[in-house]
């Protein structure tokens, strides 16, 4: 018997196809029933002049809330850039919150706005979130906002760690040129993040997977997320702030972490000597021979630990095995062979 065209659809849809290949568990098992993130959305807050201000939360409850302020052209999204070690963040019960500065991301730019208006914002943003007291972290060109932001409130500054940052280039010739020559000086690097965010193939964070990556994607953020496309006047306008004097940390007690990287070609050593020299307390003041621009990443693992607290430990990596020692025990293991870090940055 002849079976028309017509009916073959029917005769399929009953029939069981046999699988290619077994399936990739034994069983589906427990569903989850929440959705994961994507890392902490973009939030804004609006305040009383009608500016709106940008911020991230990681939201753990809990634990301790750090203020992350990332290095020059970087956007409220810069702590995801050190999600390398995000387990460690968690397991510490550390809740970052960024607030994003003036032009970057999706904050728009306002014509002589500096440090202390930025201060300003970082309070409203803690108000908000009632957040009382918090730890600080700066990274490179994030420094003298992290200055203000403690010297505005130096009653709710827990700890200060500052990572290679800079202070002051008075004296400096680009801080002799106009707001449109510094624009124009710099338009070609804001217009390419993988230029903007370019490490030497040396850099230790070539062996964090997708680092470079995810630094690319936080250049194309700031500088093009609302459709600026590349406008490099609110980074020409950051680095002539800079060009001021650096704001008054004199009231800052709390203790003061200070990373540097003796080879560091970009912010050097007198810059972290400016702050050594003005904060009334510091506890630790690190300088890295032979290391660069890149010492806040290669050493992010210690610098959290001293965030949660523990700032007479160190983290090393012995025998394939990394833990948490006394800092005077540390440095008898790194004689013997130990590496300071976890045992990632051991691997080739």
Not at 68 to 86: C, E, Q, V, Y
Not at 179 to 196: D, F, H, R, T, Y
Request: aromatic residues 10%; charged residues 20%.
């Amino acid at each position: 018997m002849k079976i028309g065209l017509l009916a073959l659809p029917a005769m399929l849809i009953g029939a069981t196809p046999a699988l290619a290949d077994p399936p990739s568990v034994p069983a589906i098992g427990a569903i989850q029933s929440d959705f994961d993130d994507f890392g902490p959305a973009v939030q804004a807050l609006t305040l009383p002049s009608g500016r709106v201000v940008h911020y991230t939360d990681t939201g753990e409850a809990g634990g301790r809330t750090v203020l992350f302020i990332g290095g020059t052209g970087t956007s409220a999204r810069a702590a995801g850039m050190t999600d390398f070690l995000k387990t460690l963040r968690q397991q510490l019960k550390l809740r970052f919150i960024t607030v994003e500065r003036n032009g970057f991301g999706d904050t728009a730019f306002k014509p002589d706005w500096g440090f202390a208006d930025y201060a300003g914002e970082v309070r409203a943003v803690l108000d908000h979130l009632a957040v009382k007291r918090f730890a600080g972290v700066a990274i490179s060109g994030g420094g003298p906002y992290m200055a203000a932001v403690a010297g505005a409130m130096p009653d709710r500054v827990i700890s200060v760690h500052m990572l290679a940052t800079a202070a002051t280039a008075a004296g400096s010739a680009r801080c002799k040129v106009s707001l449109e020559q510094a624009a124009a000086g710099i338009k070609s690097s804001v217009q390419n993040p993988q230029s903007w965010w370019a490490f030497p193939a040396n850099s230790p964070t070539f062996r964090i997977p997708g680092f470079s990556d995810r630094a690319y994607e936080e250049g194309a953020r700031t500088f093009f997320i609302r459709g600026q496309m590349g406008d490099s006047t609110p980074e020409a306008a950051e680095m002539l702030r800079y060009c001021g004097p650096a704001p008054d940390v004199s009231k800052v007690t709390a203790p003061v972490h200070i990373y540097q990287g003796g080879a560091d070609p970009l912010v050097k050593i007198d810059q972290a000597e400016y702050w050594r020299s003005h904060y009334p307390n510091v506890a630790a003041f690190r300088v890295f021979p032979g290391e660069a621009h890149d010492v806040q990443y290669r050493h992010w693992d210690q610098v959290l630990i001293e965030l949660a607290g523990f700032a007479d430990q160190s983290v090393i990596c012995e025998a394939g095995k990394t833990r948490a020692v006394a800092k005077a025990e540390a440095e008898g293991l790194v004689a013997k062979g130990a590496t300071l870090g976890i045992c990632a940055w051991s691997r080739r």
